[in-house]
Protein backbone atom coordinates (compact mmCIF):
# COMPACT_ATOMS: atom_id res chain seq x y z
CA UNK A 1 0.00 0.00 0.00
CA UNK A 2 1.62 3.32 -0.61
CA UNK A 3 1.50 6.65 0.70
CA UNK A 4 -1.66 8.00 -1.54
CA UNK A 5 -3.67 5.15 -0.67
CA UNK A 6 -3.01 5.37 3.47
CA UNK A 7 -3.82 8.99 3.13
CA UNK A 8 -6.99 8.78 1.52
CA UNK A 9 -7.69 5.67 4.16
CA UNK A 10 -7.12 8.26 6.60
CA UNK A 11 -9.29 11.02 5.49
CA UNK A 12 -12.53 8.31 5.17
CA UNK A 13 -11.99 6.76 8.28
CA UNK A 14 -11.64 9.22 10.81
CA UNK A 15 -14.31 11.26 10.04
CA UNK A 16 -16.26 8.12 10.53
CA UNK A 17 -14.45 7.43 13.81
CA UNK A 18 -15.59 10.79 15.08
CA UNK A 19 -19.09 10.90 14.52
CA UNK A 20 -19.29 7.55 16.04
CA UNK A 21 -17.64 8.65 18.98
CA UNK A 22 -19.45 11.92 19.42
CA UNK A 23 -23.11 10.41 18.92
CA UNK A 24 -21.64 7.58 21.61
CA UNK A 25 -20.86 10.24 24.16
CA UNK A 26 -23.20 12.80 23.58
CA UNK A 27 -25.85 9.30 24.01
CA UNK A 28 -24.42 9.20 27.34
CA UNK A 29 -23.74 12.69 28.90
CA UNK A 30 -26.35 15.08 26.50
CA UNK A 31 -25.32 17.42 23.46
CA UNK A 32 -24.26 20.56 25.25
CA UNK A 33 -21.45 18.62 28.03
CA UNK A 34 -19.89 16.71 24.47
CA UNK A 35 -19.87 20.74 22.96
CA UNK A 36 -18.07 21.98 25.70
CA UNK A 37 -15.52 18.38 25.42
CA UNK A 38 -14.72 19.57 22.37
CA UNK A 39 -14.31 23.46 22.79
CA UNK A 40 -12.56 22.59 26.64
CA UNK A 41 -9.92 20.34 24.83
CA UNK A 42 -9.00 22.53 22.05
CA UNK A 43 -8.41 25.34 24.70
CA UNK A 44 -6.43 23.13 26.80
CA UNK A 45 -4.42 21.64 23.95
CA UNK A 46 -3.53 25.13 22.62
CA UNK A 47 -2.27 25.87 25.98
CA UNK A 48 -0.24 22.61 26.24
CA UNK A 49 1.04 23.06 22.65
CA UNK A 50 2.54 26.96 23.37
CA UNK A 51 3.75 25.29 26.77
CA UNK A 52 5.60 22.27 25.01
CA UNK A 53 6.33 24.47 22.04
CA UNK A 54 8.69 26.75 24.24
CA UNK A 55 10.06 23.76 26.40
CA UNK A 56 11.12 22.17 23.27
CA UNK A 57 12.58 25.82 21.62
CA UNK A 58 14.59 26.56 24.66
CA UNK A 59 16.07 22.41 24.24
CA UNK A 60 16.91 23.37 20.72
CA UNK A 61 18.48 26.75 21.75
CA UNK A 62 20.29 25.30 24.74
CA UNK A 63 21.57 22.46 21.97
CA UNK A 64 22.39 24.86 19.68
CA UNK A 65 24.73 26.97 21.89
CA UNK A 66 26.43 23.72 23.16
CA UNK A 67 27.43 22.78 19.91
CA UNK A 68 25.05 19.76 19.61
CA UNK A 69 22.81 18.91 17.04
CA UNK A 70 19.56 19.07 18.33
CA UNK A 71 17.65 15.98 16.11
CA UNK A 72 15.31 15.08 18.84
CA UNK A 73 14.16 18.76 19.09
CA UNK A 74 13.86 18.91 15.25
CA UNK A 75 11.90 16.34 14.45
CA UNK A 76 10.01 17.07 17.69
CA UNK A 77 8.95 20.49 16.26
CA UNK A 78 6.68 18.63 13.51
CA UNK A 79 4.93 16.59 15.88
CA UNK A 80 4.28 19.44 18.06
CA UNK A 81 2.51 21.27 14.86
CA UNK A 82 0.84 17.93 13.71
CA UNK A 83 -0.62 17.28 17.49
CA UNK A 84 -2.07 21.28 17.69
CA UNK A 85 -3.50 20.96 15.05
CA UNK A 86 -5.51 17.54 15.43
CA UNK A 87 -6.49 19.42 18.78
CA UNK A 88 -8.26 22.21 16.79
CA UNK A 89 -9.77 19.92 14.67
CA UNK A 90 -13.33 18.94 16.57
CA UNK A 91 -13.57 15.73 17.39
CA UNK A 92 -12.66 13.10 20.45
CA UNK A 93 -10.21 10.67 18.58
CA UNK A 94 -8.58 13.52 16.84
CA UNK A 95 -8.02 14.76 20.15
CA UNK A 96 -6.76 11.70 22.11
CA UNK A 97 -4.03 11.41 19.08
CA UNK A 98 -3.27 15.33 19.43
CA UNK A 99 -2.52 14.49 23.56
CA UNK A 100 -0.74 11.73 22.55
CA UNK A 101 1.77 14.14 20.92
CA UNK A 102 2.13 16.77 23.48
CA UNK A 103 3.04 14.09 25.77
CA UNK A 104 6.90 14.75 25.75
CA UNK A 105 7.77 10.79 26.22
CA UNK A 106 5.39 9.44 23.82
CA UNK A 107 6.68 12.41 21.24
CA UNK A 108 10.30 11.87 22.08
CA UNK A 109 9.73 7.75 21.22
CA UNK A 110 7.99 9.15 18.43
CA UNK A 111 10.92 11.21 17.22
CA UNK A 112 13.28 8.55 18.34
CA UNK A 113 11.84 6.12 16.04
CA UNK A 114 11.56 8.66 13.50
CA UNK A 115 15.98 9.29 13.90
CA UNK A 116 16.19 5.35 13.87
CA UNK A 117 14.28 4.49 10.40
CA UNK A 118 16.63 7.33 9.05
CA UNK A 119 19.80 6.01 10.53
CA UNK A 120 18.95 2.26 9.97
CA UNK A 121 17.96 1.33 6.27
CA UNK A 122 16.19 -1.48 5.51
CA UNK A 123 16.70 -5.31 6.38
CA UNK A 124 19.30 -3.29 9.13
CA UNK A 125 21.83 -1.84 7.26
CA UNK A 126 23.39 1.19 8.46
CA UNK A 127 22.89 4.08 6.59
CA UNK A 128 23.77 7.12 8.56
CA UNK A 129 23.23 10.90 8.17
CA UNK A 130 25.76 12.30 5.09
CA UNK A 131 28.96 13.50 7.07
CA UNK A 132 31.50 15.77 5.84
CA UNK A 133 34.48 16.74 7.37
CA UNK A 134 35.01 20.25 6.60
CA UNK A 135 38.24 21.89 6.73
CA UNK A 136 38.36 24.89 8.80
CA UNK A 137 40.63 27.88 7.72
CA UNK A 138 41.43 30.79 9.81
CA UNK A 139 42.27 34.02 8.43
CA UNK A 140 41.35 37.56 8.45
CA UNK A 141 39.52 39.02 5.54
CA UNK A 142 39.83 42.59 4.64
CA UNK A 143 37.55 43.82 1.42
CA UNK A 144 39.59 46.37 -0.42
CA UNK A 145 37.92 48.54 -2.64
Not at 63 to 74: F, I, S, V
Not at 123 to 129: A, S
Request: proline share 6%.
Amino acid sequence: MNLVHIIFLVFVTVPFIEIYLLLQIGGIVGVFPTILLVVGTAIVGAGLLRQQGLATWTRLQANLEKGELPAYEMVEGPILLLGGALLLTPGVFTDIIGFACLIPSVRKKIAQTIIEKRLVGVGGVQRPFPQKEADVIEGEFRKED
